[in-house]
């Protein structure tokens, strides 16, 4: 079974400063770890994952995250916040083992990013 | 490339009548994922298939909710007959068995 919160439904930054989203993943199997970013009136869009090897995961438009298996977290950070990264951010996992569980995606809850001039 | 297709992206119907969505997954991948987006729930998997056959679908709210694959091409969603508390934004997504899913754009669907 599996289950991911994220601690903070909105967060308010300012333009220029650092982003930082939590997410905290329950996984009875080692995890794939994913954050995708969904944009007013859109789909969801990848930015990043983590499946395996290196734990800090680099991806689009700066952003980037840390697995850190013994706090069970894949939190999400930006050095700077800009205006175009006003959305809501979603953290994911799945199982990373074969079966028929394979591919399934389990949500957080979500959290909006609202970044001021 | 052209990434998952969804249509319509907009549907407004009444309550009994019955709705069906569809959705183009991206060329070569063999999993497709339908999701529901609601308010309260947030982000529900209802239905996936790998290769054109359901693998689970312990998502699907009811009986009223039915998913088909035909083809590596095309998928359905139908809800009949629909009701105002199916009203969401269902999107479709898709992968290949390195596992990432990618999004359609969603269906926005209002039931009066």
């Known amino acids: 079974a599996q289950s991911v919160t994220q601690l903070g439904s909105h967060v308010s930054v300012s333009e220029g400063a650092l982003v930082l989203l939590r997410c905290n993943y329950s996984s009875s199997v080692p995890p794939y770890l994913f954050w995708y970013v969904q944009y007013p009136n859109q789909g969801l869009q990848l930015l990043l994952k983590y499946t395996t090897g290196a734990t800090l995961v680099k991806g689009i438009n700066g952003f980037e995250a840390e697995f850190k298996k013994s706090e069970t977290s894949f939190h999400l950070t930006k050095p700077s916040a800009h205006m175009s990264d006003a959305a809501e951010y979603f953290c994911?996992?799945?199982?990373?083992?074969?079966?028929?569980?394979?591919?399934?995606?389990?949500f957080g809850q979500g959290t909006i990013l609202t970044v001021h001039p | 490339d052209a990434g998952v297709i969804q249509s319509p992206r907009h549907e407004v119907t009444e309550m009994g009548q019955e709705v069906t969505l569809r959705c183009k997954p991206i060329?070569?991948?063999?999993?497709l994922f339908w999701y529901r987006q609601t308010m309260m729930r947030g982000l529900e998997l209802l239905i996936y298939f790998n290769n054109n056959v359901p693998i689970d679908d312990s998502g699907m709210p009811e009986d009223r909710f039915s998913a088909k694959m035909p083809n590596a091409s095309f998928s359905t969603l139908k809800i009949q007959p629909s009701e105002p508390r199916d009203s969401a934004v269902y999107f479709c997504a898709s992968s290949s068995s390195a596992g990432t899913q990618y999004f359609g754009p969603g269906t926005r669907l209002l039931v009066l």
């Open positions: 060329s070569g991948h063999n999993s």
């Open positions: 994911a996992v799945s199982p990373n083992a074969g079966g028929t569980s394979y591919g399934k995606l389990t």
